[in-house]
């Protein structure tokens, strides 16, 4: 194995097939490696303390071969502390779509919550007014509060018509706001189920988001309990969030995070989707008092 594209400033030893060397800065501006496999110094530098800070040198490394951009920012997971409000620093990397030093899994921490990064520009250019903002997705680590889809156990009116969208929803953008300035927060189109017929999805139209629960797709990459076509009639399933965000296929443990949330798709009659606090992909009747973990966007 030959160790090439190293960074300038690497100098903690590397490996070299069962030969250890660390690289030597000439006086004539040249690089070279010396072999230091029976030095006892290299190697307690080595596996000690500096592994770490090796480490991090050599994740910089790669990540400054990438092009910043949302293609290579969603596939790549980090999960940094990115401190307790957004820098104007970031703010400007969102605003030129480069994310420069923003990953998948890095989290600001605001009012004891931790807003986590799910994607980049996941709704550029969609919408029936397309969207042209780039974005950041942003959902919290845990529910925000809890609250019932509809006072009684259906689904007439689809996600639309419920109590959680045209009521429940109001204190988690307040409380967004509050933690980002509502000047930086996204709105787009979002095409959302307004009316139900047999328990199946039959109407739906565009709509202004700014936030809204997420959908089976965006949380698993699929349907798990939508009601299907059954060749006779199509059930009203179209959607803008359709792929799961880069967040939950990186790390499949951030679905569940030990609490029971409510998903906006409609499963029957009586019943909406939602992740069970044990992680089941799991449905249940509208009247219960689940939690709210919404998605949202964004901006500069």
């Known amino acids: 194995m030959e160790w090439e594209l190293l960074p ?8 070299s097939g ?47 071969m990438l092009e910043n951009n949302a293609g290579a920012h969603n596939a790549i997971y980090r999960g940094k502390n990115l401190g307790t409000s957004v820098t104007s620093a970031q703010w400007a990397a969102i605003a030129d779509g480069s994310f420069k030093d923003l990953y998948i899994g890095d989290y600001w921490v605001i009012s004891g919550v931790n807003w986590r990064i799910a994607a980049f520009d996941y709704y550029l250019t969609t919408g029936d007014t397309a969207c042209n903002t780039h974005h950041v997705v942003i959902v919290p680590d845990s529910n925000l509060y809890a609250h019932v889809m509809n006072d009684t156990n259906v689904t007439t009116g689809g996600y639309v018509g419920s109590k959680m969208y045209t009521e429940g929803l109001a204190q988690a953008l ?18 959302l189920c307004n009316a ?44 803008v969030d359709k792929s799961q965000y880069p967040l939950f296929a990186h790390d499949p443990h951030m679905i569940s995070n030990r609490q029971y ?29 689940g939690g709210v973990r919404p998605a949202f966007s964004i901006k500069s």
């Open 18 to 64: 069962l030969r250890r060397y660390t690289r030597v800065d000439n006086s004539d501006g040249t690089v070279s490696f010396e072999d230091v496999t029976t030095y006892t110094n290299k190697e307690k530098s080595f596996f000690g303390a500096k592994d770490a800070n090796r480490m991090n040198k050599a994740l910089n490394y790669i990540m400054s």
């Open 174 to 191: 307040t409380t967004i706001e509050t933690a980002f300035g509502a000047s930086h927060i996204l709105s787009h189109k979002q095409h």
């Open 196 to 239: 139900v017929t047999n328990g199946k999805p039959t109407g739906a139209s565009w709509y202004d988001s700014k936030v809204e629960l997420m959908t089976e797709q965006n949380v698993y990459g699929c349907k798990i309990y939508a009601p299907a076509n059954d060749g006779a009639s199509v059930s009203t399933q179209a959607t």
């Open 261 to 289: 949330f409510w998903l906006r798709d409609v499963v029957s009659a009586a019943n909406f989707a939602r992740v069970d606090h044990n992680g089941l992909a799991n449905y249940g009747g509208a009247s219960g008092d």
């Open 8 to 15: 300038t400033d690497y100098t903690d030893a590397v490996w």
